[in-house]
């Protein structure tokens, strides 16, 4: 266990405690936080509402840490709170600019999937990529102007990667990498940032038309999965990958309480596990009592379940328009 936890989950839950959980997080958590947040996002107010929900969770977990035993424990307090911040990040980019997320999520999978590249996480929590003989060695700060990666053709994301590394010699950071691929393939941080006219850069958000139908569908999906049995709720939601959880929140087709009512979880157990998810499936196993497997198969039987409806649902919204 991290010596900076030690003294805090050692002692008694009573106010004192509370006096150490907070210490704990004023002097070890929030500096990290702030960096990390800052040097992703920027300058500007969201940084504070990101690291705020950032240490809103992290003090839920902590407080969880000495009660939950089913919660995977706590190694190095540095690099969760780090991770904690990256993920934070993570669901902000996801909601806010979805374009930029989507070349992230792209990147990301040839990074995963082609045996060439690799993707780890640096000792700072952040996700760094390269050649696949480089892993674990630190990040280089080396960004790229976009003329550098002119001529790589936009879905070409296997050949930007090759040169970004040609170039650096060495590991990049993810982030790094997609603001390199974003301005060499002018993808805007916002839809609407496509054209030059003022109606096309007036609003940072989606149409309502356009958000009113996300919504309409996703609240479809989720009426079904609330009619779900609770095990497979659970081996579906806890495993969704790529924050797609968050979706749910941003579109307002679900609330994080409406998340913990499905999921038979008081609201503050789930706060706690947010910055976890998705949780492995061996830790989901724990929590049902059942094996790996059971899980995998419970997760296959829910999405079969919600395709067949929502296709039925479909069909008969088809039948009706004729």
């Known amino acids: 266990m991290d010596h900076v936890l030690e003294a805090f989950l050692a002692s008694p839950a009573d106010e004192r405690s509370e006096e150490q959980l907070g210490d704990l997080l004023a002097r070890h958590a929030a500096p990290l936080v702030s960096r990390i947040v800052s040097r992703r996002l920027g300058p500007g107010s969201d940084v504070d509402d990101v690291c705020s929900q950032v240490m809103l969770q992290l003090m839920l977990r902590l407080r969880r840490e000495r009660t939950d035993a089913s919660l995977t424990a706590i190694g190095a307090f540095a690099s969760y709170v780090a991770t904690a911040a990256h993920h934070g990040c993570d669901h902000f980019i996801r909601a806010k600019y979805p374009l930029r997320w989507r070349l992230r999520s792209r990147i990301r999978y040839v990074l995963e999937h082609d045996s060439r590249f690799a993707l780890w ?12 003989e480089w892993r674990s060695r630190p990040a280089a700060d080396a960004p790229f102007p976009g003329e550098e990666f002119a001529g790589i053709e936009k879905q070409n994301v296997r050949g930007l990667l090759t040169r970004a590394f040609d170039l650096a010699g060495s590991p990049l950071e993810l982030t790094a990498v997609v603001n390199a691929a974003a301005a060499a393939w002018a993808i805007p941080l916002f839809q609407h940032d496509a054209g030059h006219s003022i109606d096309a850069v007036a609003d940072s958000h989606p149409r309502v038309d356009v ?24 081996a579906l939601l806890l495993n969704l990958k790529d924050d797609a959880i968050t979706v749910f929140l941003t579109t307002g087709a679900a609330s994080l309480r409406d998340i913990a009512g499905v999921l038979e979880l008081p609201v503050e157990e789930l706060a706690a596990l947010w910055n976890d998810l998705p949780i492995s499936d061996n830790t989901v196993a724990a929590r049902l009592g059942c094996t790996r497997q059971q899980v995998i198969n419970l997760r296959m039987a829910a999405r079969k379940r919600l395709g067949n409806r929502l296709t039925s649902q479909a069909n008969i919204g088809a039948g009706r328009a004729l």
């Open 121 to 132: 996480r640096g000792a700072d929590g952040s996700l760094i990529c390269g050649r696949i």
């Open 211 to 234: 958000a009113l139908e996300q919504r309409g569908r996703l609240a479809r999906v989720w009426a079904q999965i609330r009619d779900l049995p609770l095990r497979q709720r659970h």
